[in-house]
Nanobody, 115 residues
Framework: QVQLVESGGGLVQPGGSLSLSCAAS????????MGWYRQAPGKQRELVAA???????NYAGSVKGRFFISRDNVRNTVALQMNSLKPEDTAVYYC?????????WGRGTQVTVSS
């Protein structure tokens, strides 16, 4: 099994920056994908950004150019740098780890963008 521990999040003013981190432990296979999803109140959970173990990335159109995802395959961590934050970025952000036969979610961390 795999366990995910998220850190970061909090309250930030519009235009500000915030960083999220997620550490995976357990049965980490070399080939996997890690990413961040978010869910705002009353909305469905959506992909924010994902990165494969080989470094290929995928971003939601709404965050392209503002958010940047990275990972450390030695430490099994994934980070999300969020810049130029907007009120509509407010949501609970979830870390996800998946590979064939396994799909694990973190517990989520709140990000609030407000003045």
């Amino acid at each position: 099994q795999v366990q995910l521990v998220e850190s970061g999040g909090g309250l930030v003013q519009p235009g500000g920056s915030l960083s999220l981190s997620c550490a995976a432990s357990g049965s980490i296979f070399s080939s996997n994908t890690m990413g961040w999803y978010r869910q705002a109140p009353g909305k469905q959970r959506e992909l924010v950004a994902a990165i494969t173990s080989s470094g290929d990335t995928n971003y939601a159109g709404s965050v392209k150019g503002r958010f940047f995802i990275s990972r450390d395959n030695v430490r099994n961590t994934v980070a999300l740098q969020m810049n130029s934050l907007k009120p509509e970025d407010t949501a609970v952000y979830y870390c996800r780890y998946w590979r064939p036969g396994l799909d694990v979610w973190g517990r989520g961390t709140q990000v609030t963008v407000s003045s």
